[in-house]
């Protein structure tokens, strides 16, 4: 069996994707001898009613540079639902195990998905309920990364896909069209990987 080292990355950070607005990810380079998956996250962060989802594009180039060979790689890419995200405000500092909330309806779902939009972007996270306190806290299965104020915003609809992009081809990227008139999305897009193989 082939020996092989195991390799994970940040491609596009988590960022806020206006209303009707497109968010074009980095290139990412495909090794020669094995394919990448991709990982990527899309939430809700508004309250507003997101009238038809966002467009989640993959695009394969099999050239290593310009920009006239991108490809799908899967025909009409992928699409999150619609709808109203439940909206709570995080009141007081949290970390840990501990995300104090104004309310919890709407994120009463054991092993839901939410989303904390911190204030600084970058510093936004998902995670999991494990239980809750009504109207006081959420007990995420896994501790917070980081540190939240009461300046966060903590909402409940999270889509993820894992993509897998064959080793032909060269490049790869991810497009993300934000088809609503008034909502806003966050983004963020990882890269899993073998090196190294022998």
Known sequence: ???FTK???QVDEWAQIAAAGTRIGADIAIPDDIGVLLEITLAHDSANAHANGALVMVEVSSNTTGDEDWSELIPGGYRSDGGTAALANVDQESSGTSLYVDVTSGFITKFLRFFVKDA???NSEIGRIESWNQDD???PVDSLTN???NTAD???KVFQWIVKVPKEFRRA???IWNDDADCTICTRTRKA???DIE
């Open 120 to 122: 600084t972007i970058a």
């Open 193 to 195: 990987l073998a090196t």
């Open 7 to 9: 390799d994970g990355a």
């Open 147 to 149: 540190t939240h104020q």
């Open 154 to 156: 903590v909402f409940n």
């Open 1 to 3: 069996m082939a020996d």
């Open 173 to 175: 990227r991810v497009i």
């Open 137 to 139: 806290a959420i007990y």
